[in-house]
C-alpha cells in the first residue's frame, strides 16, 4: 500500500524552513528519501531504519517515528537547489527469497524562490 | 565511472507493438529494478531482480516481462498487452539484496506510444 506524503505541494522563499511527512499504515523496516528535479532521474537522499535514527544530509534532515509508522524530511535553511519533487519510499519486511522492495508516495513538489 | 545506463532517452512507438528498454549497469549491483513514472505521480515498481536468472513481479506487472541473464543486464519488454504504456521508465540497482539500499537510477526512457 502506498504510503500517504503531505502536503503535496510547498512554496518557500529562501532560507525558510519547511517539513515534509510521510505515513504508512503498515510496520516498516525503513524509510527512504529521494529527491527529483524535473525530467531528471530521483537522486537519494538517506535511510532511515526503524528505531527513530535521525540523519542528516547538507541542511536536510529526516526522523523516524517507528511507533507512528511515520518519518518527516526536515528542509532547514532553504536554497535554490531544494526545489525539486521529494518523494518517499518505504520498506516493509518479507519473509522470502523475493528480498525486500520500496513503495514510493505520490511526492512533495517544493519550490523555493529567491 | 560507474553508472546506470538506460538507452534509447525518447522512444516512440506505434499501438500494438512490442518494444524493449535497455538497462545496464557497471556498478556490480545484485539487485535491479524497473519502475513506471506517468506526469505529476510517484513511481510504481514493475520488476525486480535480486540475482541472475531470477525475478519477482512488482506492483503492475501486468503488460511486461523482464528477463536477467546477466549481472549487469535487466531489460524490460513492454508488450501490446499494457494498456496505457505512454509513461517515464526509470531503471535502479542498489548493492543489497534482502534489505533495500540505495538506489541508484538511471536516466531513464521516455516511451510515447501513438
Known amino acids: 500500500q502506498q504510503p500517504v506524503q503531505s502536503p503535496q505541494a510547498v512554496i518557500l522563499r529562501e532560507g525558510e524552513d519547511a517539513v515534509i511527512n510521510c505515513s504508512s499504515s503498515?510496520?516498516?523496516?525503513?524509510v527512504h528519501w529521494y529527491r527529483q528535479k524535473h525530467g531528471e532521474a530521483p537522486v537519494f537522499l538517506m535511510i532511515l531504519l526503524k528505531g527513530g535514527e535521525q540523519k542528516g544530509h547538507d541542511k536536510i534532515s529526516a526522523s523516524f517515528n517507528e511507533k507512528k509508522q511515520q518519518s518527516s524530511l526536515y528542509l532547514t535553511a532553504s536554497q535554490l537547489s531544494y526545489s525539486g519533487t521529494y518523494f518517499c519510499g518505504t520498506e516493509i519486511w518479507s519473509v522470502g527469497a523475493a528480498g525486500n522492495k520500496l513503495t514510493f508516495g505520490g511526492g512533495t513538489r517544493v519550490l523555493v524562490k529567491p | 565511472d560507474g553508472g546506470i545506463t538506460q538507452s534509447p532517452k525518447y522512444l516512440f512507438r506505434k499501438e500494438g507493438q512490442n518494444v524493449t528498454l535497455s538497462c545496464e549497469q557497471n556498478?556490480?549491483?545484485?539487485?535491479m529494478y524497473w519502475y513506471r513514472q506517468d506526469p505529476g505521480q510517484g513511481l510504481r515498481l514493475i520488476y525486480y531482480s535480486q540475482i541472475v536468472n531470477d525475478f519477482q513481479k512488482g506492483d503492475i506487472a501486468e503488460g511486461y516481462s523482464v528477463s536477467r541473464e546477466k549481472k549487469e543486464s535487466f531489460p524490460l519488454t513492454v508488450t501490446s498487452a499494457q494498456k496505457n504504456p505512454t509513461a517515464f521508465y526509470l531503471c535502479a540497482s542498489s548493492a543489497g539484496t534482502g534489505i533495500v539500499l540505495e538506489q541508484f537510477f538511471g536516466p531513464g526512457t521516455r516511451l510515447t506510444v501513438l
Open positions: 556498478l556490480n549491483h545484485d539487485a
Open positions: 503498515k510496520a516498516l523496516y525503513s
